[in-house]
């Protein structure tokens, strides 16, 4: 009795065993990675280099802010370099400086103040566009913001939909800091290249 259980166990691991390396064999060569023709993607054609300007509507404050303190600087810093605030943005991206101007996008993300001696904040941000054959494509920018600069560059990391292996950077400018209400008004030159599909 013992002899044939053991029998049925012993097949029963050695069938199961089987199964699972021949299928981990099969799946780790067919699927895995594969080169592909580059004229599948309309990467056979020359890049676009685009230049996109928009403004960037920081709201604190108010019924319609858009940009939220999820984490209070630390207070030992909270007026020199705000260190370790982090602020959730869903900021409009006008076409106009105007706050009334048309929305064509938004930036949507979080930034962070990293120093502790000036005001530099990491940007992480997606920018997601709504105008005509940008409706719901995306840019990627990651980098450091010394917000009291003059103008500040960040780094274009990706993108999706027509903006798919984007790179490039954004510059930004301060047009208007508003110290009662604390909202700030950005303008982005944002120069990218990407596959035209
Ligand atoms: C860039 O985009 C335009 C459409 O605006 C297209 O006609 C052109 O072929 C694209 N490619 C290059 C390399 O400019
Ligand atoms: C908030 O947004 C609403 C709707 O767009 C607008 O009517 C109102 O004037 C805004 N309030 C402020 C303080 O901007
Ligand atoms: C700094 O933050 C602390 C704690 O959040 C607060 O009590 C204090 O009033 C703040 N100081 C200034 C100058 O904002
Ligand atoms: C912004 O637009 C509104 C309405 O279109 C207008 O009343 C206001 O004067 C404009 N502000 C500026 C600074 O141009
Ligand atoms: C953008 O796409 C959304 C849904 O995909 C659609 O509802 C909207 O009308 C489009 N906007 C424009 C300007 O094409």
Redesign the pocket.
């Known amino acids: 009795m013992t002899t044939q259980k053991n029998l049925i166990l012993f097949f029963f691991l050695l069938l199961s065993s089987y199964t699972f390396t021949s299928s981990a064999t099969t799946e780790a060569e067919s699927i895995f990675e594969n080169p592909i023709d580059r004229k599948l993607l309309g990467h056979d054609k020359e890049q676009n280099l685009s230049h996109f300007r928009f403004y960037w509507q920081d709201?604190v404050g108010?019924?319609?802010a858009t940009s939220i303190p999820i984490i209070q600087p630390i207070p030992k810093f909270n007026t020199t370099s705000a260190f370790g605030l982090i602020r959730v943005i869903d900021n409009a991206l006008t076409i106009g400086p105007n706050?009334t101007s048309k929305v064509i996008g938004r930036a949507q993300g979080f930034y962070v103040a990293v120093s502790e001696t000036e005001l530099v904040l990491l940007m992480a941000e997606t920018f997601v566009f709504y105008e005509g054959r940008y409706n719901g494509s995306t840019i990627d920018i990651v980098g450091r913001n010394v917000a009291f600069n003059q103008e500040r560059e960040i780094p274009i990391v990706g993108g999706s939909g027509v903006f798919r292996f984007a790179k490039g950077y954004a510059q930004l400018k301060t047009l208007n800091y508003d110290a009662a209400s604390g909202d700030t008004l950005v303008q982005y030159d944002v120069y990218v290249y990407h596959h035209w599909m």
């Open positions: 709201i108010g019924p319609n706050l």
